[in-house]
Nanobody, 127 residues
């Protein structure tokens, strides 16, 4: 089970930290990805972190503003979001998959295939 938290309303330029709490399986065996689904748009993968070597991937739209991290002892993954803009408004999901993340590529199909998803956390960026 994956459960997201930390979403909410924030002003442009502000920051939020999303958490993904994992239970029922060991985090150190899975890569974890963050996805978002904006109103009227398809769900897209924006970041992931590898369980094997800690490699981090970022979509160009969030590179330099978002940071992903994991704490295997707490079985949790985090997404630190800074410099938020209106275009970041979306429901944010975390998901788990095997060997799905490298520094250069996030294999979104593997997350959909395994089916380990949270229910999402809404983030609204607005003044």
């Amino acid at each position: 089970q994956l459960v997201e938290s930390g979403g909410g309303l924030v002003q442009p330029g502000g920051s939020l930290r999303l958490s993904c709490a994992v239970s029922g399986f060991s985090l150190d065996k899975f890569d974890i990805g963050w996805f978002r689904e904006a109103p009227g748009k398809e769900r897209e993968g924006i970041s992931c972190i590898s369980s094997r070597d800690g490699s981090e991937y970022y979509h160009n739209s969030v590179k330099g503003r978002f940071t992903i991290s994991r704490d295997n002892a707490k079985n949790a993954v985090y997404l630190e979001m800074n410099g938020l803009i209106a275009e970041d408004t979306a429901v944010y999901y975390c998901a788990a998959a095997y060997e799905s993340c490298t520094i250069a590529f996030m294999n979104e199909d593997l997350y959909y295939g395994l089916g380990y998803w949270g229910k999402g956390a809404p983030v609204t960026v607005s003044s």
